[in-house]
């Protein structure tokens, strides 16, 4: 069965911090993809990124990188120079179950930027 | 280029009450999901079409909850009758066909049973 942990409920930092989240998932797929989402307030889930099972090099995005590792089966998320605008609920998701491409995500965990 | 459109934004019904909610996907993208978000959760699965077929509804609770696409484009979710479990955002989002590629999501809709 495949399943996705975020096992941070509730993170709060000051502006201008780094900040990690974790992310572990679960799969017996040899192919799979996992996903970031952010959803703020407004409540629609935001794409962030998107990387495939045998692409194990770390993405940087700006203030956003990812860093993936099939050893530890985690997909962790660091958002660098904190912003308000960055609060949100953040969610990993793992798709790749043969016939579907449905994602299953995690419960989530709810960043707090403070000025 | 136009996001998904979910309505109504916020719908609050009875118990044993039935409801529908309306989604419409960006143009041109065949694969189209209705997730379920309970407070506290992560969006779970319910239904997932593809131009107007059913892929998966595993998770979809066939004897109150069903879906239609018709024409391989808007979709409605409706719930007859709801219980007070059903309180949650249920959230419209579709995709290209190929699989696996990014997902985009519609603002949900938070539907509250009372």
């Known amino acids: 069965a495949q399943k996705v942990t975020q096992a941070q409920t509730e993170i709060s930092v000051v502006e201008k911090e780094d900040v990690t989240l974790d992310c572990v998932y679960e799969?017996?797929?040899?192919?799979?993809?996992l996903f970031w989402y952010k959803q703020p307030p407004s409540g629609e889930l935001v794409f962030l990124i998107r990387?495939?099972?045998?692409?194990?090099q770390n993405e940087i995005s700006g203030r956003y990188s990812w860093n993936f590792q099939k050893s530890t089966s985690s997909f962790n998320f660091t958002i660098t120079a904190s912003q308000v605008v960055d609060s949100a609920v953040y969610f990993c998701?793992?798709?790749?179950?043969?016939?579907?491409?449905?994602?299953?995500f995690g419960t989530g965990t709810r960043l707090q930027v403070f000025p | 280029e136009a996001g998904v459109a979910q309505s109504p934004r916020y719908k609050i019904i009875e118990k044993r009450q039935s409801v529908a909610f309306w989604c419409n996907p960006i143009?041109?993208?065949?694969?189209l999901y209705w997730y379920q978000q309970i407070l506290g959760q992560g969006p779970k699965l319910l239904i997932q079409?593809?131009?107007?077929?059913?892929?998966?509804d595993s998770q979809l609770p066939k004897d109150r909850f069903s879906a239609e696409r018709l024409k391989g484009v808007d979709s409605t979710l409706k719930i007859q009758p709801a219980k007070l479990e059903d309180s949650a955002v249920y959230l419209c989002?579709?995709?290209?066909?190929?699989?696996?590629?990014?997902?985009?999501f519609g603002q949900g809709t938070r539907l509250t049973v009372v």
């Open positions: 143009s041109g993208h065949a694969t």
């Open positions: 079409f593809q131009n107007n077929g059913v892929v998966d």
């Open positions: 989002a579709s995709s290209l066909a190929a699989l696996n590629t990014e997902a985009f």
């Open positions: 799969t017996r797929d040899t192919t799979y993809y």
């Open positions: 998701a793992l798709s790749g179950e043969e016939g579907t491409d449905k994602l299953i």
């Open positions: 990387r495939n099972s045998f692409d194990e």
